[in-house]
């Protein structure tokens, strides 16, 4: 009866060591995904404000839609944003 219960507590044990990791990794990607957004919304901001001055009359929205391709793609969602303006732009 002790053997089921050592058992059973190594294993109640690495199931939370395994819930532990789990959060921690969880707790990464959201940090990550919030600071590509914000990365997202300052290079949509500069790169706006420079198409202006250089008098080219494209700039992309700082919406939600844009956010989150930007928060989940990174640099290739930025790099999306503007490829679908300049394919419009044309």
Excluded: H
Excluded at 40 to 66: F, H, T, Y
Aim: aromatic share 10%; proline share 1%; charged share 10%.
């Amino acid at each position: 009866m002790d053997l089921y219960y050592g058992i059973g507590a190594i294993a109640g044990i690495c199931v939370l060591i395994l819930m532990m990791g789990m959060v921690k990794q969880k707790t990464q990607w959201i940090f990550t995904f919030v600071l590509r957004c914000i990365a997202g919304i300052v290079g949509i901001s500069v790169v706006n404000e420079l198409l202006k001055s250089q008098g080219i009359a494209v700039s992309a929205g700082i919406n939600p839609l844009s956010v989150l391709t930007i928060g989940s793609l990174g640099i290739c969602g930025f790099a999306l944003v503007y490829g679908i303006l300049l394919y419009k732009f044309l």
